[in-house]
């Protein structure tokens, strides 16, 4: 039991035995600076259940936890707020507590829990990854780690958009003017020379749409009757036909961007356990359709078509099969969590990152889910996340105005590099460690700023303004930590003791506070499926360990215990930082 809960047990004791009331919860808030205390006490709620003034009420409950609690030194009333001050010994017990830095604030999965899918990425075949799955893969890879953290079994996946029309257009075009070249033949990797192609269908396309206006069509009878569209369609039926000549052709390209793919998440530093392909679960669901209308979950309309009537549920109809018998996006997605659950009988629930445009799809989902008896169905999350927009504007795959994921790694690496010159940072350092280093830098700024944003708020990203070594940034932490490093390579001392009870500096206190909340962010990241929460812990860590750094002196400390315990301090925080960081899948840098 932590100080907060042992606290929260004594309060409710106090209520029961002075006021005669039992008390659900206890509401507790950090002590404001300008008074003395520790922790806070907020009487206001407790009024529903004791009557009378609050100030009074405080003092009670205070002389009752002082009597009652070896842990309570003091405490004073402000209106109705009870400041509890706790002796030094008990964050000193707590330091000492931590014997394992390297899993301080983890738990240790049990074999026995259910496992947790979280899907992630999931792009189509028809071009590279862009700033907007940059920010999907990095949201879901770190709600992966941090949900494992909190104690959780996690498989990472994701269902790669293999087939369908988009695809088709850049087979198409590729075909069309190609002229056969490869990735090897042209040095761009698989994934950049088939969006190219993505983009040449589309302005072939628009050539073909004015000509046809040209002739007398209306733009929208032009849209549908443009050849190439045309051409691409029955490209698209010979190839769910098993026509080998587009069969062939489709698993060539496709090869291509997948290697593309993998070296783009190699740089990003993200991975997977397993992956699906709408190629091979477009299919599914049709069997549990077939099984829900028996039931009851489904109906069957005039025309044939089969629907879910969810208006009782505050929605709309969803069609999950057409009048012709094929599935829709709803129907394979019903298989293939379905499926997924056959082929890993320990999941319990899955998270899915897709952005906010998809909120209704996904409840739609989940409802049918849990109406086709689905135990499984009450976890499940949809992930939502807002757009990533650039001070230039919004970004459009089609017109090839994209920001394509390597090369804002590139990018970052080369602002890191000219930032770094600028501050004169990097004396001593070889030409390859610098590149480590930038790339490194780079990497941690960006996904440190998409990161500590609520998932569900839209982003402006500037590169400029993510790499600054001061402020809410990576690289300010990162920096941090370096700086940490370098204190413990000179300190020369056995921080392998406990550290006896003395009485401690306020800014010693005050960090030891911020890190005696990590398992308990670490916690609440995973209920809530929010990175911010730990990166803008890890800020606020920092900038405590820099107003320690700045007030105190950790190497001059006045005798060898105190410095012993400072270093030792500092270690645990540069611990608790590399963790966390290790939680948004950001590296630190040893010197900086």
């Known amino acids: 039991m932590n100080l907060q809960d042992t606290l929260s047990h004594n309060v409710k004791q106090a209520v029961k035995s002075v006021f005669k009331a039992d008390l659900e919860s206890v509401e507790f808030q950090a002590t404001r600076k300008e008074f003395a205390g520790d922790i806070t006490v907020v009487v206001f709620p407790m009024?529903?259940?004791?009557?009378?003034?609050?100030?009074?009420?405080?003092?009670?409950?205070?002389?009752?936890?002082?009597?009652?609690?070896?842990?309570?030194?003091?405490?004073?009333?402000?209106?109705?707020?009870?400041?509890?001050?706790?002796?030094?010994?008990?964050?000193?017990?707590?330091?000492?507590?931590?014997?394992?830095?390297?899993?301080?604030?983890?738990?240790?999965?049990?074999?026995?829990?259910?496992?947790?899918?979280?899907?992630?990425?999931?792009?189509?075949?028809?071009?590279?990854?862009?700033?907007?799955h940059v920010r999907n893969n990095l949201l879901g890879y770190s709600v992966a780690e941090i949900l494992k953290a909190s104690g959780k079994k996690v498989y990472k996946t994701q269902i790669i958009n293999d087939r369908g029309i988009h695809i088709c257009k850049s087979m198409l075009a590729w075909k069309r003017f190609g002229n056969g070249e490869t990735p090897d033949s042209t040095g761009l990797k698989g994934d950049k020379l088939v969006g190219n192609y993505y983009v040449k269908f589309d302005q072939e396309y628009k050539k073909e749409i004015q000509q046809l206006v040209s002739e007398g069509q209306t733009e929208e009878e032009a849209k549908k009757h443009a050849p190439i569209l045309l051409e691409a369609q029955e490209m698209l039926q010979k190839w769910e036909a098993g026509d080998q000549e587009v069969v062939t052709l489709w698993k060539t390209m496709n090869t291509w961007v997948y290697d593309g793919f993998d070296i783009t998440y190699k740089n990003l530093g993200v991975d997977f356990d397993t992956l699906y392909y709408e190629s091979e679960t477009y299919l599914l669901?049709?069997?549990?359709?077939?099984?829900?209308?028996?039931?009851?979950?489904?109906?069957?309309?005039?025309?044939?078509?089969?629907?879910?009537?969810?208006?009782?549920?505050?929605?709309?109809?969803?069609?999950?099969?057409?009048?012709?018998?094929?599935?829709?996006?709803?129907?394979?997605?019903?298989?293939?969590?379905?499926?997924?659950?056959?082929?890993?009988?320990?999941?319990?629930?899955?998270?899915?990152?897709?952005?906010?445009?998809?909120?209704?799809?996904?409840?739609?989902?989940?409802?049918?889910?849990?109406?086709?008896?689905?135990?499984?169905?009450?976890?499940?999350?949809?992930?939502?996340?807002?757009?990533?927009?650039?001070?230039?504007?919004?970004?459009?795959?089609?017109?090839?105005?994209?920001?394509?994921?390597?090369?804002?790694?590139?990018?970052?690496?080369?602002?890191?590099?000219?930032?770094?010159?600028?501050?004169?940072?990097?004396?001593?350092?070889?030409?390859?460690?610098?590149?480590?280093?930038?790339?490194?830098?780079?990497?941690?700024?960006?996904?440190?700023?998409?990161?500590?944003?609520?998932?569900?708020?839209?982003?402006?990203?500037?590169?400029k303004e993510s790499i600054d070594f001061q402020g809410n940034t990576g690289p300010f932490i990162q920096y941090t930590y370096a700086r940490i490093q370098s204190i413990l390579r000179k300190s020369e001392t056995d921080n392998s003791e406990d550290i006896h009870s003395f009485a401690l500096h306020i800014k010693e206190k005050e960090l030891l506070k911020q890190l005696e909340l990590f398992p308990e962010v670490v916690q609440n990241a995973a209920a809530h499926y929010s990175p911010a929460l730990i990166a803008n812990y890890t800020y606020d860590l920092v900038k405590e360990f820099n107003s320690f750094y700045q007030n105190v002196s950790i190497l001059g400390a006045d005798n060898a215990q105190e410095k012993v315990f400072r270093v030792k301090l500092s270690e645990t925080v540069a611990k608790v930082i590399k963790n966390a960081f290790g939680l948004l899948g950001i590296d630190v840098p040893e010197r900086m």
């Not at 505050?314 to 129907?331: C, F, H, P, Q, W």
């Not at 445009?357 to 992930?383: C, M, P, R, S, T």
């Open 285 to 463: 669901g049709k069997e549990f359709v077939a099984e829900g209308l028996k039931t009851g979950v489904f109906l069957k309309k005039e025309d044939g078509s089969v629907w879910c009537d969810l208006t009782d549920d505050g929605l709309d109809e969803k069609i999950v099969l057409r009048s012709d018998g094929t599935a829709v996006y709803m129907t394979q997605d019903i298989g293939t969590a379905i499926q997924r659950v056959k082929d890993f009988p320990d999941v319990g629930g899955m998270v899915y990152t897709v952005g906010n445009e998809q909120e209704y799809h996904f409840q739609v989902l989940f409802l049918i889910i849990k109406k086709l008896g689905f135990e499984w169905a009450d976890n499940l999350y949809h992930l939502s996340y807002g757009m990533v927009d650039l001070p230039s504007g919004k970004m459009k795959s089609r017109e090839g105005t994209v920001v394509d994921a390597d090369d804002l790694i590139v990018e970052m690496a080369h602002t890191a590099e000219e930032i770094s010159k600028d501050l004169g940072k990097l004396d001593g350092y070889t030409e390859d460690e610098k590149k480590i280093l930038y790339k490194t830098i780079g990497l941690g700024a960006l996904k440190y700023f998409i990161l500590k944003v609520d998932p569900r708020k839209r982003i402006l990203f500037d590169p």
């Open 47 to 132: 009024l529903r259940v004791v009557k009378g003034n609050p100030v009074q009420i405080g003092e009670q409950i205070g002389n009752y936890l002082l009597a009652e609690m070896d842990e309570v030194k003091a405490f004073n009333v402000v209106k109705g707020f009870l400041n509890i001050e706790i002796h030094d010994k008990v964050y000193i017990q707590f330091f000492n507590g931590i014997k394992d830095q390297d899993k301080f604030g983890f738990v240790t999965t049990k074999p026995s829990d259910k496992a947790v899918m979280v899907e992630y990425s999931s792009p189509n075949t028809n071009k590279p990854l862009h700033l907007g």
